[in-house]
């Protein structure tokens, strides 16, 4: 991991996030960009040379802003990093980012959400959803109140695709670094066939493509999806859950499709990271 982007709107929800960031920076010795979208909005009667006045005005005061943030959360731990300050104008904050971390070929874009959500709330929020989805790139979303700087336990959701591997060696690779164990977890329900006999195979052909001794498996029965996820993530005592994005097949679209979308759990407050197969 050589990049990191990390997007904030200034708000305690991103402070989490900004301190991973800063940790994930640290422990790869990558470059962090940390970036701040704002819009102006446009009328008819905007003036041309009055909106890029504004602008510029806007961009120095944000990037002043970004350093002051870094600063009061990060204390001076960051300066003399390899930290560098972005400021756009987008209308769109998704698009931004999307954009920004396109052209940088980042590896990894990190953002905060609310501590507070549900596991589906986790997964549906627009911004947070629309990053996943578009993303070149893994996605880290880190709740407010996650203390992300000790990662015992990683669990990777698995719906035994085959890109689960690639996605699974990325997440190794995160893992040796924080010297975490990593389970890796599949919820069967009454309806799917062999869930036992799938895992098995599963097994043999990701020991066959990556190799870390961390490494462990569990096949959970349980016919309401979310609730039996939650479940595992308390009882695993888990401090960060991955999962597949791939269009129209990933863990999460399924899941969310059930008709336990309904179902409210217990929130979540550990991190999530997204591995898009687009960015694999």
Known sequence: ????????????????????AHLMT???????FVMHVFDIPVTLSTVSISHIKKEKRLMIENHSKLKKFC??????????GNINF?????????????????KLEVDLIVVGTKGTSTIKEFLMGSATTALIKKAPCAVLAVPAMSSPENF???????????????????????????????????????????????????????????????????????????????????????????MLERKDNS?????LQTDMINKMVSGITIPLISFNIGGL
Do not use: C, P
């Open 1 to 20: 991991m050589k990049t990191i982007l990390y997007a904030t709107d200034y708000s305690q929800n991103s402070v989490a996030a900004l301190r991973l």
């Open 26 to 32: 640290k422990k790869f010795n990558a470059k962090l």
């Open 71 to 80: 600063t009061e959360h990060l204390g001076d731990t960051w300066e003399g």
């Open 86 to 102: 972005l400021v756009e104008e987008d209308v769109s904050v998704v698009q931004g980012v999307l954009e920004k971390a396109t």
């Open 152 to 242: 015992k336990t990683m669990v990777y959701a698995t719906d035994f695709e085959q890109a689960d591997i690639f996605a699974i060696n990325r997440l190794v690779e995160i893992a040796k670094k924080f010297n975490s164990k990593i389970s890796i977890v599949h919820i069967s329900t009454s309806r799917e066939y062999a869930g036992d006999q799938q895992m098995e195979w599963f097994k043999e052909m990701l020991n066959q493509k990556v190799t870390y001794d961390k490494m462990e498996f569990d096949l959970i029965l349980d016919d309401d999806i979310f609730e039996g996820l939650n479940r595992y993530l308390e009882k695993s005592n888990a401090s960060l859950l991955a």
């Open 251 to 255: 863990f999460s679209q399924k899941f």
